[in-house]
């Protein structure tokens, strides 16, 4: 697995196993992989895994059950994206406007652009 060299290899393992839980491969009350298991695949040490389900537990993204594993909360799906656009709307988006800026894109063309985009998104999905 190719880690990003800019932040915590647990934290990319963390945003990992919440792409799963987004994407469905991972579902509410389920167990998910135990830490070696994890380990093995993503091809890290186990202590790694393990400070990611911590954190994720910290998120209440996940419980564990004592002799069980890991289990993906109720409503994790909703803390995940929270998080996410929390991240964005303070870290993404202050860039972005700053490079709209710099360009003299106006609000109306990022708007029809994006509307654009999501036209051809849908018609994609069609197909």
Known sequence: MNFNENQAIYL???NIVCDRILSGVWKANER???VRELAVELQVNPNTVMRAYEHLQ???VLYNR???GHHVTENSID???HSRKQHYFDHELPHLFHNLRLLGINPETLKNKY???IQNLSKNENQ
Do not use: T, V
Request: charged share 15%.
């Open 12 to 14: 990319q393992i963390a």
């Open 79 to 81: 803390l995940i994206i």
């Open 58 to 60: 910290q998120e209440q």
């Open 115 to 117: 509307e654009q985009h």
């Open 32 to 34: 998910i992989p135990s």
């Open 66 to 68: 004592r002799g069980i």
